[in-house]
Structure formats: structure tokens, C-alpha cells
């Protein structure tokens, strides 16, 4: 079983900079994609980036490419969402996730394995 624990969130002001981090339990972390999700008060959880299990392979929603890194350390069982230019819109609960195949990356539903959650808020 896979476990999964994000770290990392808290208050900052716009424009300021954020990172977090994931850490996953289990040995099957070097051989999974990962990816950042987010969901807002009211709504739907949200696709923010994604990873393959090297590293080598990166995708970002529109809305944060540019300012937001998705990155990974596998020796470490760990990913992070490095988080800049930080907007009041960015504020969230940010879900760090793995699944099993490298199909359909951005989709929530798809992955299997999911942390609790972090608190990002964005003031202006």
C-alpha cells in the first residue's frame, strides 16, 4: 500500500513563492507518474501538473505554466511543486497523487493513490 504526504503549504502574499513537497512510502514511488491537483472551495479538483516516472517528461495546466515546477527526487520517494508568482487564484488544497500507468496523466479519477492535502492560501 501506498502512502502519500504532502508538506509545505501555508500563508503567503501574492507574488510570493511556495514549495511542496510529497513524500510517498512503498517501492513502487520510482516507477510511477506523479501529479499536483487542486480544489478550491466550491470547486472540482483540478489538474496542475504531472510527471513521468523519470523526471524526464513534464506537463502544466495553462493556468499555472510559467510559474509553477513540478519535479522529483526518487532516491528521496519524494516530489515537489516548486510555486512562484503566486496569485490569490492559486488558493487551494493541493493533493499530491501517483498511479500505476502512464495513460491519461491529468485526469483525477485515474490516479490511484492520493495524499491528504495542503493548505495553499494567496493573499492580496
Known amino acids: 500500500q501506498v502512502q502519500l504526504v504532502e508538506s509545505g503549504g501555508g500563508l503567503v502574499q501574492a507574488g510570493g513563492s511556495l514549495r511542496l513537497s510529497c513524500v510517498a512510502s512503498g517501492p513502487t514511488f520510482s516507477l510511477s507518474p506523479g501529479g499536483w491537483f487542486r480544489q478550491a472551495p466550491g470547486k472540482e479538483r483540478e489538474f496542475v501538473a504531472t510527471?513521468?516516472?523519470?523526471?524526464?517528461?513534464?506537463a502544466y495546466a495553462d493556468s499555472v505554466k510559467g510559474r509553477f515546477t513540478i519535479s522529483r527526487a526518487n532516491a528521496k520517494n519524494t516530489m515537489y511543486l516548486q510555486m512562484n508568482s503566486l496569485k490569490p487564484e492559486d488558493t487551494a488544497v493541493y493533493y499530491c497523487?501517483?498511479?500505476?500507468?502512464?495513460?491519461?496523466?491529468?485526469?483525477?479519477?485515474?490516479?490511484?493513490?492520493w495524499g491528504q492535502g495542503t493548505q495553499v492560501t494567496v493573499s492580496s
Open positions: 510527471i513521468n516516472w523519470s523526471g524526464g517528461s513534464t
Open positions: 497523487a501517483l498511479k500505476k500507468n502512464s495513460r491519461d496523466t491529468m485526469t483525477p479519477a485515474e490516479y490511484d493513490y
